[in-house]
């Protein structure tokens, strides 16, 4: 199975994920700092403090991503190093950090894609309102044009933000993510609603110093499967596609929210200006999909949506997620076919499992990885063949990191880390996707 000529090969981590170091260099709290250091938020009490201690390493780590053959790699530039109020003044050191990454990579010939925002929100935002306040957007426009400005001239491929359905959802009205509110859709919401249109500023800031850039989203999807043919099933599962994939991509690609989801949500609908729908929607180059697992919905009584979740009847992985590549082809195809963008990129996709240290070959063998990543990479050849722009795909991880609320329990890295000693160890999916890479495909 072959790809196209020029399909971009890569792997993916983001900030307070590998980083540690994160009283360096000037770098002030995100909300993730804040939230791992609250008692019970994480498991085992684990923090981002020192994670991969990538700040220090990060030369050993590009040259292993050489090594694996990576012809492009997706990482995230933390907010509160660059400006570690948010807002001015610009911290030199936290900057220079980034610059110095981007050229490690680009003398190795990887290709870098910035992703602006993965979740380290500056707590001194989250002081004055966080993503509930429009200040907040303004400020993120202005940090992606000093991105665009600085690093631009060597970074082709920028996203703004990754998975604003975690900002709003997780963050907010399911409170397993930072800043951990709980319960509140309507300020999950408007955290959507805010984040969504900081994405369009930050891309017509960025686009009028850099006309030449590739510029995106990253949405995370899933596949809404209905339990039965019932119609009520069926309206549930659409119900659920508007709750985790219309209710980004409408506005992105047409201007507006789902109808069907505003009634639904009634007095807990965003408050929306007059213009925000058109910054929105403002043109984008991509879009990356991030694709784990499917949901599998039946209808319910239970309010917002009225859907509960049934556990489907493939294999599982470490989260407990179910593994369904199918999945993935539907939903770069569907895409395809009702928003058509202009380029797709499968900016993450992966499996953890309890990967273990062979004492006797010193070697990590994942074999389920292996077929997770294969079955995947067949899904995302078949959305190919059905006319869908996909240029790229990145695995999630590069390596081993902290894994959010999971904190370092779960792995979903290519590469073993030892946080202990901070050895890093090719598991055998990295061998194998080092293989896949010369070959382009099997
Ligand atoms: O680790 C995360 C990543 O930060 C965002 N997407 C999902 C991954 C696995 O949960």
Not at 13 to 38: C, K, M, N
Not at 227 to 255: T, V, Y
């Amino acid at each position: 199975m072959k790809f196209p000529d020029g399909f971009l090969w890569g792997s993916a981590t983001s900030s307070y994920q590998i980083e540690g170091a994160v009283a360096t260099d000037g770098r002030l709290p995100s909300i993730w700092d804040t939230f791992s250091h609250t008692p019970g938020r994480v498991l085992n009490g684990d923090t981002g403090d020192i994670a991969n201690r990538h700040y220090e390493l990060f030369r050993d780590d590009v040259a292993m991503m050489a090594d694996l053959g990576l012809q492009a790699y997706r990482f995230s530039i933390a907010w509160p190093r660059v400006f570690p109020q948010g807002v001015g003044p610009l911290n030199e050191k936290g900057l220079a950090f980034y610059d110095s990454l981007v050229d490690a990579l680009l003398e190795k010939n990887i290709e870098p894609m910035i992703t602006l925002y993965h979740w380290d929100l500056p707590q001194a935002l989250q002081e004055t309102g966080g993503w509930q306040s429009r200040d907040t957007v303004h400020a993120f426009a202005d940090y992606a044009a000093l991105i665009a400005e600085t690093l631009g001239d060597r970074v082709k491929h920028i996203a703004t933000h990754n998975e604003p359905w975690c900002v709003g959802f997780l963050g907010h009205w399911m409170g397993e993510h930072a800043p951990g509110e709980r319960g509140n859709l309507k300020a999950a919401l408007q955290v959507i609603h805010h984040v969504l249109l900081s994405h369009g500023l930050a891309v017509q800031a960025m686009r009028a110093i850099r006309p030449e850039a590739d510029l995106g989203i990253v949405l995370n999807h899933t596949w809404s499967h209905a339990a039965s043919d019932s119609e009520a099933d069926i309206q549930a599962a659409h119900r659920h596609d508007g709750f985790f994939n219309r209710w980004f991509l409408d506005p992105l690609f047409r201007g507006e929210y789902p109808a069907d989801m505003l009634a639904l949500y009634g007095d807990d609908a965003p408050v929306v200006q007059a213009g925000d729908l058109d910054n929105i929607s403002t043109p984008i180059d991509f879009l990356g999909v991030n694709y784990y697992t499917r949901s599998v919905v039946a209808d319910s009584l239970k309010p917002p949506l009225l859907l509960n979740h049934l556990r489907g009847e493939g294999p599982r992985t470490a989260m407990d997620w179910e593994v369904y590549a199918p999945g993935l082809c539907n939903i770069l195809t569907r895409i395809h076919q009702d928003y058509h963008p202009k380029a797709l990129y499968v900016t993450e996709n992966g499996a953890a499992y309890d990967d273990v240290l062979d004492a006797t070959t010193g070697g990590v063998h994942d074999p389920d990885r292996i077929e997770y990543l294969r079955q995947h990479l067949e899904a995302a050849k078949c959305a190919i063949d059905n006319g869908a722009p996909l240029k790229g795909y990145f695995v999630w991880s590069l390596m081993d990191n902290f894994e959010w609320a999971w904190g370092f329990d779960k792995r979903f890295g290519i590469v073993y880390v030892d946080y202990a000693s901070q050895k890093r160890v090719l598991k055998d999916s990295a061998l194998w996707f080092r293989e896949l890479i010369v070959h382009n495909g099997w």
